[in-house]
């Protein structure tokens, strides 16, 4: 079974980048209506600079854990919105679990889906249904591992996981904002995608992508 290693990490990084710069202006747009506008610029500059971090044969030498750290700390520098933190806190939250008892193998997947979730909310404070990136992360995350809990392979469970953070996004278009600077608007902010989900989602499909082209994930 393939192992969930600093290669795999780097492709996905790569394929996160190139999604969300071809969606950059779509997510400025969406968070236009309920925040700064800066969201897609916030999120395609930080994936970039984790593409620069890879790009080579230097981090397949690292550690998954210490690529993640690293990863975690170029992502901060490059995204001063409130996004920044946050991930960076995800980042470090998986690094420090697969400190523990890595590697990983390729059907682990949502671990490390966890790992982001679960820094994200411990940072943010937020949990699900409060129309923040956590109603994409988290409906994912249960996805895949039920999908696994049920026999399905790695690249069917991804496949689970990539459907519910889409749906999960799109939910959120009903939902009061709670948390954020979209919570200022209250009622005002339904009817409108929260931009943290829908990025989560674009993420979560290259994510997803990165284990379906995993030969041993079939």
Known sequence: MA???SDFIARFFRDAAARLEERRDELCQLDGLVGDGDHGTSMANGFAALTELVRGSSSHARSPAALL???ADRFLSHVGATVGPLYATGLLDTAQAMEKDAPWQINEFPRFMA???RG???RGKAGQGDKTMLDAWLPATRAAQASLARGASAAE???DACRAAAE???ATASMIASSGRA???KERSIGHRDPGAVSAAIIIEALA???EATPEAH
């Open 69 to 71: 750290r690293e990863a």
């Open 168 to 170: 999960g996004a799109q």
């Open 120 to 122: 994200i909310a411990r």
């Open 183 to 185: 919570a200022r608007l």
């Open 209 to 211: 992508e990165t284990v």
């Open 115 to 117: 790992g982001i979730a």
């Open 3 to 5: 192992e969930l290693d």
């Open 157 to 159: 469970a991804a496949r």
